[in-house]
């Protein structure tokens, strides 16, 4: 079986970093001539996965933005991630879910087993009940080839209260930041897995002072990073390298409104454009 | 308005703390002969809706559950909560939702705008991205009449290692564990609300240990409690004041197993029998 980490590994060595995100909210519909619903939504997404085959690696639908239209927009989120992986895209599905035992198991059956209507390459995970609640997620992923990225220190400045928070809870390593103990629980469980790369990574704000977070490059070794943060929100893909240091090839790089901004005609050139900013961003 | 701490104190009042659990995992759905699917789940979940209606205050279904089943499965919930509203009973939508900005604004509206297909009372709402990310939807929740419940301390062993870590975030109160301060922020934005119980309130599994978690009865004064843990998770309901102390009065308890693995035939007699469980429970 191939993992999530080589097919991840093979789509950046061939098209880059950039990770196009498919974030259909209200205002973006109507700029789009789409109505704010379930189908707005299915058509700027369909329509996004046409501009971005080819032409990135990966793509990472924001759930959200299907789900504030109830079932009939998740039936569309469906059409998106089936449409994208039958081009032959990643599909990372930006969920944020976080629970325990069983309940997390319902959540892995929805995003990540095959025929499941809702089956993606990835999820998005959040570790509030401790990164360890996640461990059997992250395994059933590894088991199916299936790739996850769990929430360790994103950009938005009221993330330091509970990610740099110290641990306190009586292990060895104790007095890590939050942010730190979930990189490296999830990093350990890509040992042993083939490949250069791990399927299972993190999410790190492309924007985020690492260092304060406790991700140091040895931290975030062989394991992939998703990235918000590029483009309209701030980060220059100039700076790949020395944002995210010896890691920097394993980053999935997205950006939504930098691309999604130039509207139905002018989204393929627009992924182009942005594409090409990373190239060579990997050099010294 | 009448706000969701108004509706939720009335319904405790009379019908006492115990919450129905919808939780219709796979094993579930077999040994009440249903088919392990969409169909299945929302058989179950209106079969549960008929037996809670008139005998408790409040239901609480579990999304991933439902979200298994895809697109399908959402639509299930959409008639299983609006099922449960129709027959006068509050539903807490438990999806542990949580992101940031205009994502976060997408969430709070599939959950708690009028008219949404998936309009709950409430939600439970994650905070690994900051408590304080989560302000602007806990604030649409009030403007709404709705509530929402915030995950602070819950009972998994795993959960200590972000829940317990100490708070290092240069702000004047930092120091305090990660589920204190969630508790704090959440509490505060009760302040003013009509009534004695708040619309905004914290998920405490009713087997934590919450003095470790620094979540004493002056932090979670007037806040509602949803209190998974009672029942077949191991609390008993003749400890709710020994467990929540002064603020025992403000909990929802969740059973979900111990009242749906009566079976269809036995549930209606199961929710009477276990909701009297808890009278009397107030009591010194």
Same mark, same amino acid.
């Given at each position: 079986m191939i993992t999530f980490g080589q097919r991840l590994r093979t789509a950046l060595d061939t098209y880059g970093?950039?990770?196009?995100?498919? +974030?259909?909210?209200?205002?973006?519909?109507?700029?789009?001539?789409l109505t704010p619903s379930a189908a707005g939504?299915?058509?700027?997404?369909?329509?996004?996965? +046409?501009?971005?085959?080819?032409?990135?690696?990966?793509?990472?639908?924001?759930?959200?933005?299907?789900?504030?239209?109830?079932?009939?927009?998740?039936?569309?989120l469906e059409d998106?991630?089936?449409?994208?992986?039958?081009?032959?895209?990643?599909?990372?599905? +930006?969920?944020?879910r976080g629970d325990i035992g069983s309940t997390m198991a319902g959540y892995t059956s929805a995003w990540l087993s095959p025929g499941s209507p809702l089956e993606a390459d990835a999820v998005t995970l959040s570790p509030y009940l401790g990164p360890d609640s996640l461990?059997?997620?992250?395994?059933?992923?590894?088991?199916?080839?299936?790739?996850?990225?769990?929430?360790a220190a994103t950009s938005n400045p009221e993330a330091a209260t509970v990610q740099r928070a110290l641990v306190d809870d009586g292990s060895a390593d104790e007095g890590q930041r939050v942010a730190e103990r979930v990189a490296r629980d999830v990093g350990s469980l890509n040992i042993?897995?083939?490949?250069?790369?791990?399927?299972?990574?993190?999410?790190?704000g492309a924007t985020v002072d690492r260092a304060a977070f406790g991700l140091t490059d040895i931290v975030l070794a062989g394991t992939p990073v998703l990235a918000p943060g590029f483009g309209a929100q701030g980060a220059d893909p100039a700076d790949?390298?020395?944002?995210?240091?010896?890691?920097?090839?394993?980053?999935?790089?997205?950006?939504?409104r930098s691309i999604l901004s130039a509207g139905p005609a002018g989204?393929?050139?627009?992924?182009?454009?942005?594409?090409?900013?990373?190239?060579?961003?990997?050099?010294?």
């Open positions: 970093a950039l990770c196009v995100g498919i +974030d259909p909210h209200e205002s973006l519909l109507t700029a789009w001539g939504a299915r058509e700027l997404g369909l329509r996004v996965v +046409d501009a971005a085959a080819g032409r990135v690696g990966v793509v990472k639908p924001q759930v959200a933005f299907f789900e504030q239209y109830g079932s009939r927009g998740i039936a569309a998106v991630q089936a449409a994208a992986r039958a081009a032959g895209l990643l599909v990372i599905a +930006d969920g944020k461990i059997e997620s992250l395994r059933t992923a590894l088991r199916l080839g299936k790739g996850a990225f769990v929430l042993g897995l083939p490949g250069s790369l791990g399927s299972l990574g993190v999410v790190v790949l390298r020395t944002l995210f240091g010896y890691g920097a090839a394993n980053v999935v790089a997205n950006e939504s989204i393929a050139a627009r992924v182009d454009e942005r594409a090409a900013r990373y190239e060579g961003s990997l050099r010294g």
